[in-house]
């Protein structure tokens, strides 16, 4: 399955910036790099929250995992990662990889 | 973390200034050895000694051929270290090994081959096993692929724990045969992730501390073979065999199959540390994967076959392992290379300590001879990124050298106590003559490590090597059949005693012994002097049905059978209870020995022993029982006020009155343990130990224990 990626950024209730990527497909490490331009495209808006919408992911690489690690780099730590509906291979890598502590999963945002 | 967009960030010694088939590269660092990401490149390093040329080979991930080989220009070699710096690769996919050209001559200890594609020694990861016992690629022209690893693992605030040795109680694990029994019932069994599952289980237990048996990236194929008996495949399943020392190996990840066993391993490792349980690797750096002459090219005898091997003068291997090679340690080049893999895992992976299997090889001179100041084991002591971290011995090797009580420790190392395994044993099945022995190993063997403190001695009664204690008391003889080799493999000398019948029996009475045995060896453990080490499962009374070498089963033989756990609860209680009986008694964890005096003015020696006459200890030849006390007052050396501990241990197989040592003040004698007791009355609930009926005596049963606190 191809992969797409196309990201918002606006502002919530409380007027702080939203940033808003939805990925479909797969996430392998040649469509991680796009997952990281657009990380690097929404960092320039210094949002505080960023918000994932894995709904149509079916697949993560390592390479995925690692751009979930940049984005809090590059952001800086205040980033709030929300994860929206994500499928349960990718709920269990993350929770096998560590990841899971440092995201919040969702059914929608805002919830 | 470093820009990988727009050429205007990046420093002038980041642009490449060579080409290759399209692929841009430059002259590379030195340091650190291995593939190490820079800004918009790799940079790889790997020294041979007497190579002629070497060459980079880049693969991507799963190719059958590579999609570059990049010889070394000469000049980026700086003395015998191949450098080069090679830009825009694709560092979650790459795989890359090295071809090295030089003589192939065995008498003068080369055996250079350009036409084997090489693994690199400092691989952080390793492609090529990424699931356990998959069918590899036999034809695959590079079977173990080196891989890149990433630093960006969040530790959050994790640090290794630090705990002082004395206060650990290990439990010795293999990560695969802990949760791979269909009665583990945990997600992903098997792997590093499952252990997770089980840490609450750990803590309960009380163990602080888990040993993992070889964790290094090895080849569970490695002289698989069919059970000649029942046509099961025998794998190599302990991993006593290193493909690659800095890689975590794959097939025992759950996420191996992405490459993600780096990120799992450390995952889990954090989670153990928030529990309070350290990690302590079973490291292999005795002999590699690759074996004797005969044996495949996998890495470092294609590499430098000089330097990383003990050779003959004839070129041929020193076998002082039993598998084939010798890892040539003293060499100062193979000597920083284990420094930085231990460096790496202290620092990268939080890793709290090491133990070394076979040791005494880290102490023999390239020629094999043991040296008497061993600068791999110095080096290793003062290091100061291990300053922290356990450094345990298994202080023999198979070539004969024994150095139990003798390993050259610098003040830092640790032992394996071989003499405490087979003292206990052989007391426990009631030989004559022990009780001498048994004296020195309760108090942390002083015999053997009087200038080094019973935090030297890691006791331990059974091992991943040997009996479990289930089956140290249910078989006479090992019964090896099932690893098809005729029963001639594993050890004789198990100190072993069936209670009466050879294996498996409804004898109740024989069963009784059994687990009364079983108690009898936990009781002495948990209240010797040193540190203990519980062997997986054995709190559960798992058996593996007599076989004492078990390294080849990728089955039940193995695999910790959890419903034992319902059916030997009693046992687990026991168990339990011991461990929560050393915790609350800083007087069974010194970290000095005892001095037999009483320093801190409280009427007592620090430690007495005692016979069925208190104050007079019958050492006889033929005696089979003694008792101890210990003083709580002289607890760590007199800072801490613990109770009175009073053991009585009678191994002859009549029941005998041993005469209590009078208590000063208002003191009486409580009962925390009788290993004789039906199961339901063996342990008191700590701090609620009832009054012991006769102050000035008790009855120990038949080959029983009885343990007691005056307060």
Redesign the interface.
């Known amino acids: 399955m191809s992969f797409s990626i196309n990201s918002t950024v606006s502002e919530n209730a409380e007027g702080a910036k939203v940033a808003l990527i939805t990925l479909t497909g797969e996430l392998d490490s040649l469509s991680a790099r796009l997952f990281q331009k657009e990380i690097e495209k929404v960092a320039l808006e210094s949002p505080k929250d960023l918000v994932l919408d894995m709904e149509q992911l079916s697949f993560m690489a390592s390479a995925g995992l690692r751009v979930l690690i940049f984005s809090k780099q590059k952001i800086g730590p205040a980033l709030s990662i929300y994860i929206v509906k994500p499928q349960e291979p990718i709920v269990d890598t993350l929770d096998k990889t560590g990841l899971l502590h440092s995201v919040t999963i969702v059914d929608k945002y805002p919830s | 973390?470093a820009t990988t967009?727009g050429t205007n960030d990046i420093r002038i010694d980041y642009y490449p200034t060579h080409e290759h088939e399209g692929i841009k590269f430059r002259r590379g660092h030195a340091l650190p050895f291995g593939a190490t990401t820079v800004p918009n490149g790799v940079n790889f390093s790997i020294s041979s000694s007497a190579a002629t040329s070497c060459t980079l080979v880049l693969f991507d991930r799963g190719a059958a051929q590579p999609f570059a080989e990049i010889p070394f220009p000469d000049e980026f070699r700086v003395g015998d270290v191949y450098c080069m710096t090679v830009f825009d690769l694709?560092v979650?996919?790459l795989e890359y090994g090295y071809r090295m050209d030089g003589p192939f001559a065995p008498e003068l200890g080369h055996r250079f081959n350009k036409n084997i594609i090489l693994s690199d020694p400092y691989a952080r990861s390793l492609g090529g096993r990424d699931t356990w016992l998959a069918q590899p690629n036999w034809d695959d022209i590079y079977p173990y692929r080196s891989r890149l690893a990433?630093e960006?693992?969040?530790w959050e605030n994790d640090h290794p724990l630090e705990y002082p040795i004395e206060d650990l109680v290990i439990y010795e694990m293999h990560v695969r045969a802990f949760t791979q029994h269909p009665t583990a019932k945990v997600?992903?069994s098997g792997t590093f992730?499952a252990i997770k599952s089980k840490i609450k289980y750990l803590k309960e237990l009380g163990v602080n501390c888990i040993e993992l048996m070889p964790i290094y990236e090895y080849d569970e194929w490695e002289n698989s073979k069919p059970n000649p008996v029942t046509g099961e495949m025998l794998v190599n399943f302990w991993g006593y065999s290193t493909v690659n020392f800095f890689s975590p190996k794959a097939g025992y990840?759950?996420?191996g199959k992405?490459?993600?066993q780096v990120?799992?391993l450390?995952?889990v490792i954090?989670?153990l540390h928030k529990n309070g349980i350290e990690v302590i690797l079973d490291v292999v750096f005795n002999h590699t994967a690759e074996g004797d002459h005969r044996g495949h090219t996998i890495s470092f005898r294609g590499i430098d076959n000089k330097t990383y091997y003990m050779l003959t003068p004839e070129g041929y291997y020193f076998n002082f392992s039993g598998t084939g090679n010798t890892l040539n340690c003293n060499n100062p080049v193979v000597r920083n290379m284990v420094l930085d893999c231990l460096r790496y895992w202290a620092a990268d992976y939080h890793i709290d300590g090491f133990r070394f299997d076979l040791a005494a090889i880290l102490g023999r001179a390239q020629d094999g001879s043991p040296l008497s100041n061993p600068p791999l084991l110095e080096s290793l002591a003062y290091d100061p990124i291990l300053a922290k971290c356990k450094l345990i011995a298994e202080a023999w090797d198979a070539g004969g050298l024994y150095q139990v009580g003798t390993f050259p420790a610098y003040g830092r190392w640790a032992e394996w106590n071989g003499k405490y395994r087979d003292s206990v044993r052989k007391f426990l099945k009631g030989d004559e003559g022990l009780v001498g022995e048994m004296a020195q190993r309760i108090q942390g063997s002083p015999d053997l490590y009087y200038y080094r403190g019973p935090t030297a001695s890691i006791n331990f009664i059974a091992c991943h090597d040997g009996f479990t204690l289930y089956d140290l008391f249910s078989y006479n003889e090992k019964h090896n059949e099932a690893n098809g080799e005729n029963n001639n493999d594993g050890g004789n000398d198990n100190h072993s005693w069936n209670c009466g019948w050879e294996g498996e029996t409804d004898d109740i009475e024989i069963n009784f012994l059994r687990h009364k045995q079983i108690k009898n060896a936990l009781s002495i453990l948990f209240v010797s002097q040193g540190v203990p080490m519980l062997l997986m499962g054995d709190e559960m009374g798992r058996t593996k049905l007599g076989n004492n070498n078990t390294y080849c089963h990728d089955n039940e033989l193995n695999w910790l059978d959890w419903s034992l756990l319902k059916k030997n609860k009693h046992l687990f209680d026991f168990a339990q209870s011991m461990i929560k009986f050393r915790k609350a008694h800083p007087v069974l964890r010194s970290s000095t020995h005892f001095t037999h005096s009483d320093y801190v003015g409280s009427g007592y020696p620090d430690i007495s022993f005692h016979g069925t006459r208190a104050w007079q200890m019958d050492w006889s030849a033929n005696n089979r029982s003694f008792a101890f006390m210990l003083c709580g007052e002289h607890a760590k050396q007199g800072a801490i006020k613990d109770d009175m501990i009073y053991v009585a241990m009678n191994m002859y197989w009549e029941a005998l009155s041993f005469e209590l040592p009078a208590l000063s003040r208002d003191r009486k004698w409580h009962v925390y343990a009788n290993t004789d007791m039906p199961a339901a009355e063996q342990v008191s609930t700590l701090g609620k130990e009832p009054l012991v009926q006769h102050q000035d005596h008790i009855i120990a049963g038949a080959r029983s224990i009885i343990i007691l606190v005056g307060k």
Request: proline share 0%; charged share 45%; aromatic share 12%.
């Open positions: 973390m967009s694709d979650e996919r990433f960006d693992f969040d997600k992903n992730s990840a759950a996420t992405f490459g993600m990120d799992e450390k995952t954090k989670e």
